[in-house]
């Protein structure tokens, strides 16, 4: 992963907690940002590409899990490690069931925040690499006629070509033509593949009589 992947974003309220952290992560080669409060954060343009989020639970106004839900509804993804001088078990159950890769007890070893980050920015460049996959694949679908699109649905469906054929009142070869279109300008080989390019990017299938 190059270097400029690297990207954390420190939030917490203590300036001489950001500052340590800031230099803990500088220093094992990350890009480091921090910020006093979950609202100046949210300020911030979003990281395109792998990114971390060191949070503390604690902020003033909008605190630690509040953040958490308003990026989960906002579509983010950068990977949280929640740090906390206050937390317990019920709140860290709550943040990781809400996706957190850590939930950290202060104060905590150097380590073990650094393995969660690395974890975290691993995470997070997993989630990436899905969104710029779907988006190609998104980006195939479009090049297809609306009549291919239609074939493609059938497909997936499970019907032969002559079912297609029959559905469409197409000729058997018009069909095969599309087929093969289909298949050229989606880059698979075999309908298995066809259907969980399909399922990816949520195209259903097209059930005669449904």
Known sequence: MKERERHVFVVDDDESVRTSLATLLDSDGYTVETFVSAAEFLLHAPNVGPACLVLDVQLPGLDGLALQRRLAE?????????????????????????????????PFEDQALLDAVAQAIARSAEHWRERREVGQIRERIATLTPREFEVLRLVISGLLNKQIASELGAALRTIKTHRGRVMHKLGVQSVADLVRLAQRVGVSPDLPGT
């Open 74 to 106: 906002k579509g983010r993804i950068e990977q949280i490690v929640f740090i906390t001088g206050y937390g317990d078990i019920p709140m860290g159950v709550r943040a990781m069931k809400a996706g957190a890769v850590d939930f950290l007890a202060k």
